[in-house]
C-alpha cells in the first residue's frame, strides 16, 4: 500500500527516515501543489497533486537516483554540470548521441576516453544529492511513495548513498538555505559587477557552477534565468549568488523605493547591513592591494 500525504504534515526528512529505518525499495515522486479551495479540519487550505515535480528512487533503504521536472536529467547534462564535458561537448554528444541510453552512453565516453568510471559515480552522485538537498526544502508539497516498483525498467545509471548521511547534511543545509532565501527573497532581480571587476576576479578560483554564473552576469538577466540557462534549481542559483555577493564578486540590483527606510533596530534589517558591511571591507581590501 503507497504512502501518501502532504510534506505539509509529514516532512521530506521525515520520509527520508522512515525509508532508511525500514529499509524499503521504491518510488517517492513530489508534485506541484493545486490549492482546491477548501479547508481541510485543521483549517488548513486543500492542495491536490498536480504535475510531478521530482523523484527519488531507493533500494534497500539506500538513495540511488533522483530527477527534477525542471531539468535535464540526462548523463550529458549530469556531466556538464559536473565539469566532465564542455558547453560545446555536450552539444555534440546531444547530437550523436540521440535515443542512446545513459548506461550505454556511459560506456562509450569511457571508451572515448571523455570520461572514466569514477567521474561518473561522483558526478551522478552529486547531481543527485543536490536534488534531493532542494527537495529537502519544499514544505507543501503533495507526495506518493510506491513499492513493488522496478526502479532498474528504466535506462538510468543507479549509486547508492547512505540515507543517513544525506539527512545530516540536509539539516545543516536547510539551516542555511533559511538565511540565504531571506537575503535573496526574489530570483526576478539582476546581477551587475562591481566596479574594477577583473582586479577583484584576479586570482579567485571559482567553482565550474560559479563560473556559469558569472557568464550571464548582466543587469538584463535576471537570476531566475540564469538559472534556467544553467539548468540549476532555486536553491542552486540562490546559493551560488549568495556566494558571489558575499565576496564582493557581483552585486544584486535591487529597485529603488521611495519607502521610508526601516528603523536600524529592525531584526529584518540588521542582517542586510551586517552583509553589506562585509562587502564594503572585502572590496576595500582589494583595491587597496591594486
Same mark, same amino acid.
Not at 510534506?7 to 532508511?20: A, E, G, K, M, P
Not at 506541484?32 to 531507493?58: C, S, Y
Not at 548506461?103 to 568510471?117: D, P, Q, S
Not at 540564469?226 to 564578486?249: C, F, H, P, S
Given at each position: 500500500?503507497?504512502?501518501?500525504? +502532504?510534506l505539509?504534515?509529514?516532512?521530506?526528512?521525515q520520509?527520508? +527516515?522512515?525509508?532508511?529505518?525500514?529499509?524499503?525499495?521504491?518510488?517517492?515522486?513530489?508534485?506541484?501543489?493545486?490549492p482546491?479551495?477548501?479547508?481541510?479540519?485543521?483549517?488548513?487550505?486543500?492542495?491536490?497533486?498536480g504535475?510531478?515535480?521530482?523523484?527519488?528512487?531507493?533500494?534497500?533503504?539506500?538513495?540511488?537516483?533522483? $530527477?527534477?521536472?525542471?531539468?535535464? +536529467?540526462?548523463?550529458? #547534462?549530469?556531466?556538464?554540470?559536473?565539469?566532465?564535458?564542455?558547453?560545446?561537448q555536450a552539444?555534440?554528444?546531444?547530437?550523436? #548521441?540521440?535515443? /542512446?541510453g545513459? &548506461?550505454? @552512453?556511459a560506456?562509450?565516453?569511457?571508451?572515448?576516453?571523455?570520461? +572514466?568510471?569514477?567521474?561518473i559515480?561522483?558526478?551522478?552522485?552529486?547531481?543527485?544529492?543536490?536534488?534531493?538537498y532542494?527537495?529537502?526544502?519544499?514544505?507543501? !508539497?503533495?507526495f506518493?511513495?510506491?513499492?513493488?516498483?522496478?526502479?532498474?525498467?528504466a535506462?538510468?545509471?543507479l549509486v547508492?548513498?547512505?540515507?543517513? *548521511?544525506?539527512?545530516i547534511?540536509?539539516?545543516?543545509? @536547510?539551516?542555511?538555505?533559511?538565511?540565504i532565501s531571506?537575503?535573496?527573497?526574489?530570483?526576478?532581480?539582476?546581477?551587475?559587477f562591481?566596479e *574594477?571587476?577583473?582586479?577583484k576576479y584576479?586570482g579567485?578560483?571559482l $567553482?565550474?557552477? !560559479?563560473w556559469?554564473?558569472?557568464?550571464?552576469v548582466?543587469?538584463?538577466? /535576471?537570476?531566475?534565468?540564469?538559472?534556467?540557462?544553467?539548468?540549476?534549481? !532555486?536553491?542552486?542559483?540562490?546559493?551560488?549568488?549568495?556566494?558571489?555577493?558575499?565576496?564582493?564578486?557581483?552585486?544584486?540590483?535591487?529597485?529603488? /523605493? /521611495?519607502?521610508?527606510p526601516? #528603523?536600524?533596530s529592525? &531584526?529584518? #534589517?540588521?542582517?542586510?547591513?551586517?552583509?553589506?558591511q562585509?562587502?564594503?571591507?572585502l572590496?576595500?581590501?582589494?583595491?587597496?592591494? $591594486?
Amino acid at each position: 500500500m503507497p504512502i501518501q500525504g +502532504n510534506l505539509r504534515d509529514f516532512s521530506t526528512t521525515q520520509l527520508l +527516515n522512515l525509508i532508511n529505518l525500514s529499509g524499503r525499495t521504491g518510488v517517492l515522486r513530489i508534485f506541484e501543489g493545486v490549492p482546491t479551495g477548501d479547508k481541510d479540519a485543521n483549517g488548513n487550505e486543500k492542495i491536490q497533486p498536480g504535475k510531478e515535480r521530482a523523484q527519488v528512487l531507493f533500494r534497500a533503504g539506500k538513495l540511488v537516483y533522483a $530527477s527534477s521536472a525542471g531539468q535535464l +536529467n540526462d548523463l550529458i #547534462a549530469v556531466l556538464n554540470k559536473g565539469g566532465k564535458l564542455s558547453e560545446a561537448q555536450a552539444k555534440v554528444l546531444r547530437e550523436r #548521441a540521440k535515443g /542512446t541510453g545513459d &548506461k550505454a @552512453l556511459a560506456m562509450r565516453l569511457i571508451g572515448a576516453n571523455y570520461v +572514466n568510471r569514477n567521474d561518473i559515480v561522483a558526478c551522478v552522485q552529486q547531481y543527485v544529492l543536490e536534488i534531493v538537498y532542494s527537495v529537502m526544502g519544499w514544505n507543501r !508539497e503533495p507526495f506518493r511513495f510506491e513499492e513493488n516498483v522496478n526502479i532498474d525498467a528504466a535506462d538510468r545509471i543507479l549509486v547508492p548513498i547512505d540515507l543517513q *548521511n544525506v539527512i545530516i547534511e540536509g539539516a545543516r543545509r @536547510l539551516e542555511k538555505l533559511e538565511e540565504i532565501s531571506k537575503h535573496i527573497d526574489n530570483l526576478d532581480l539582476c546581477l551587475r559587477f562591481p566596479e *574594477n571587476p577583473k582586479e577583484k576576479y584576479a586570482g579567485v578560483h571559482l $567553482s565550474v557552477e !560559479e563560473w556559469r554564473v558569472v557568464q550571464f552576469v548582466n543587469p538584463k538577466n /535576471t537570476i531566475r534565468q540564469i538559472a534556467k540557462a544553467n539548468n540549476m534549481t !532555486e536553491n542552486d542559483i540562490r546559493r551560488i549568488v549568495y556566494g558571489l555577493e558575499q565576496a564582493g564578486l557581483v552585486e544584486i540590483v535591487r529597485p529603488t /523605493t /521611495t519607502k521610508p527606510p526601516v #528603523a536600524a533596530s529592525s &531584526k529584518r #534589517a540588521q542582517p542586510q547591513v551586517v552583509q553589506r558591511q562585509v562587502v564594503n571591507r572585502l572590496i576595500d581590501k582589494l583595491k587597496s592591494l $591594486s
